[in-house]
């Protein structure tokens, strides 16, 4: 099925290890972007890209780094993982040639760090 | 600028009567406004979007919303409240052009509960 895959769907980290969200999207949608949700906050931006090669920061960038080398993939990378990074994190995509659509999103990763 | 906000964070209904979950927008542009449903350890499914065509907007489910300028609102309804509408409810803004990055704000959540 068409859709927004994302990988792992649960994580456990120690402080200061690193790892990589996997998202993958087969709509051949331009826009990617990974959100947090953590209660009572609703869904926070941390970065986002509007084409392969091409990203930029959201709201809540820091202790995050993206690439966006195919159209297709858009990996989130913790460089050293913090209790404060403790959240359930979203990858959604759009088509942006037509401003209407709403995003597709995952079902999720959630992660904790201990 | 824009912002959204949902007035309540929780509503609780009896089964088989109607659903309110109000949302307020405000945006310097033309907005797109969107509804999104999350059932629990899901993702966010859209339910319904309104793109200046009719102010009356039909979604999944039996949900519909109205767009009202005048009022800066974008209230979710539905006759009858079903045992599977609980969920948290997600108002979301953007400003409506093509062709570019749409900066798009998420409201803080609706939680929906049903009583049988």
């Known amino acids: 099925n068409a859709g927004v895959t994302q990988t792992p769907k649960f994580q456990v980290l120690k402080t200061g290890q690193s790892m990589t969200l996997q998202c993958a999207q087969d709509?051949?949608?331009?826009?990617m972007s990974w959100y947090r949700q953590d209660p009572g906050m609703g869904l926070r931006l941390i970065h986002y890209?509007?084409?392969?090669?091409?990203?930029d920061q959201g709201e809540v960038p820091n202790g995050y780094n993206v690439s966006r080398s195919t159209t297709e993939d858009f990996p989130l990378r913790l460089l050293s993982a913090a209790p404060s990074q403790t959240s359930v994190y979203f990858c959604?995509?759009?088509?942006?040639?037509?401003?209407?659509?709403?995003?597709?999103f995952g079902s999720g990763t959630r992660l904790t760090v201990v | 600028a824009q912002s959204v906000t949902q007035l309540d964070s929780h509503v609780s209904v009896s089964e088989g009567t109607p659903v309110l979950l109000r949302c307020n927008y405000s945006?310097?542009?033309?907005?797109?406004l969107f509804w999104y449903v999350q059932h629990p350890n899901k993702g966010l499914q859209l339910l319904l979007k309104?793109?200046?065509?009719?102010?009356l907007v039909k979604g999944i489910n039996g949900f519909e919303a109205e767009f009202k300028k005048s009022e800066t609102s974008f209230h979710l309804t539905k006759p009858s409240a079903h045992m599977s509408d609980a969920a948290e409810y997600f108002c979301?803004?953007?400003?409506?052009?093509?062709?570019?990055?749409?900066?798009?704000?998420f409201g803080t959540g609706t939680k929906l509960q049903v009583i049988p």
């Open positions: 959604a995509s759009s088509s942006i040639r037509d401003g209407s659509y709403g995003y597709t």
């Open positions: 709509m051949n949608h331009e826009y």
């Open positions: 890209s509007v084409g392969a090669g091409i990203t």
């Open positions: 945006s310097s542009y033309s907005p797109s």
């Open positions: 309104y793109t200046s065509a009719a102010t």
């Open positions: 979301v803004v953007s400003p409506f052009y093509s062709g570019g990055y749409q900066k798009v704000t």
